[in-house]
């Protein structure tokens, strides 16, 4: 497996749990919001969808799970070692010390407890799974972007009557907008904006028709997102909804984005061109005059209906709830702003890694299974504690007992030292039978048919070892026995017999035993 497969997990495996916490304390924040200018509650949702692209990405770039599991291994021997030394008693910077590596211990296994451990064809198929969806949503944008490259093409420009053409430069003067393309489409539904540095303004020819009100009101709203340059930045906010846009909570990021900017260009419309009843009921006679089998992708266009919220949007122009109080909105916007940056320090602290073994990792004991890491990490944590409690009754007893802390101490490492040796000489032993195959039996037979006697002794051993429980590549593997002439009872043979072929490797006589 390459690094940047875990990665990749890890960066799905966090986005999962991140964007869900971050969307949620953006409903809180909004809540909080309910009465302010809608384009706070706009930058409040642009701002949770940035936060919950960098943050996954943020939590796992430049981080191996290999070589973090790597680190997560404990020395308990050069452990206990350092902790018996650095504990002489009235020694307070030793003592220190001794916490700090008893806390950083702590802290390794805190770390290794936050590992996901997954096979690697899982791996590959969740993987290929989420890059097919990728591919998928991107030919969806592409398919997208041509339909609305075909609009722009099918667009005429047409010769407006002087009083047309004096309500588009009344439009274009309030708002603000000092030169922009209009144009006309007979296959239009409703009226869209498209480009993003040259913006091109499309209405549907019967808009020409209707009165004063409707074309100031669709001329206008389209000349709001041309001054608020919405049209790159919903491309922007697209390329950033892509990666995540399986997720249920950044879908409802994106329509939020989405609601608060029509509701944006309504505020700027009837604070600039048109009353606020004059324009809603213009909206609802553009709405009601448009086909509602005829929406566009709101991914590459901008129309006046896409966010699909009429009511809302009408209500909100008609109602206009305002923050009374310049001190109560920046107390509220502080504290939105500081209940958004919640999401960042709960990913730094609780981020998620992947870690990813090859299928065949239990063959021929050349890799450790899950469950046995599992179960190293786990003997580990236990001697940890076990050696925490050591270590803080014998400080105990310095302070009763004088130097009388030292033998208890001394008695513990020994303890503790027997037991990881033969812990050491079991994995050992179990290697040796699982790659011998010439068993103890057949062994006795090979030497005893070349050395004829009586067989005092008999171990299965090996040499070059790379660490315990697991043989090098050159390691060799043996029967070693000492037997007693039978002709000569003072004299004794020492035999090595292999255990991978059963041919006998080396003989050597032993006199006057």
Partial sequence: MTTIEPLLLTFLLNAVWEITLVAAVAAGCAWLLRDAPSRYKHKLWVAALIISSLLPVLTSSGFSAREMLDQLSFQPENEISAIHNDLPRGDERR????????????????????????????????????????????????????????????????????????????????????????????????????????PVIILPERVLHGDSDVIKSA???????????DYLLNLVYEFMYLPFSFHPA??????????TRELCCDDLVAERLLESKVYARSLVQLAGS???????????????????????????????????GRRRKTLLLIAACLLLALPCVGAAAFAFHFDVYPQNQTA??????????????????????????????????????????????????????????????????????????????????????????????????GEHWESAGKLSKDGEIFYQLLILSADDKSSATHVLVSAIDGRIIKAEKEEER
């Fill in 364 to 461: 021929a004991g050349q890799q450790e299974p899950a469950q046995e890491t599992t179960q190293r990490e786990k003997r580990a944590r236990e001697e940890k504690e076990l050696r925490e409690r050591a270590t803080n009754e014998a400080r105990e007893r310095a302070e009763r007992e004088g130097n009388a802390e030292f033998q208890g101490e001394e008695l513990k490492v020994k303890v503790l030292r027997e037991r990881e040796e033969r812990e050491i000489r079991a994995k050992q032993q179990a290697e040796l039978v699982k790659l011998a195959k010439v068993n103890m039996d057949q062994a006795i037979q090979i030497a005893t048919s070349q050395y004829p006697g009586k067989v005092l002794e008999c171990s299965l051993v």
């Fill in 95 to 198: 003592e220190r010390r001794a916490k700090l590596l008893l806390a950083s211990n702590s802290q390794v296994s805190r770390d290794a407890d936050r590992f996901v451990r997954i096979s690697q064809n899982l791996a590959v198929g969740l993987l290929s799974g989420y890059l097919l969806f990728l591919l998928y949503r991107g030919l969806r944008f592409y398919k997208a972007w041509r339909r609305t490259k075909a609009i722009l093409r099918s667009a005429n420009s047409a010769t407006l009557p002087a009083s047309a053409q004096g309500l588009i430069a009344k439009c274009r003067a309030a708002i603000g907008v000092e030169e922009t393309s209009v144009l006309f489409s007979t296959s239009l539904p409703v009226p869209i904006t498209l480009g993003s540095f040259r």
């Fill in 219 to 229: 001329v206008g709203h389209e000349l709001a997102h041309v001054v608020r340059r």
């Fill in 250 to 259: 950044a879908m409802l990021m994106r329509r939020k984005i989405n609601q």
């Fill in 290 to 324: 448009a086909s509602p089998l005829g929406r566009l992708a709101s991914d590459t266009t901008l129309g006046i209906a896409d966010a699909d919220i009429l009511e809302v949007r009408i209500m909100a122009l008609l109602k206009r709830p305002m923050i009374s």
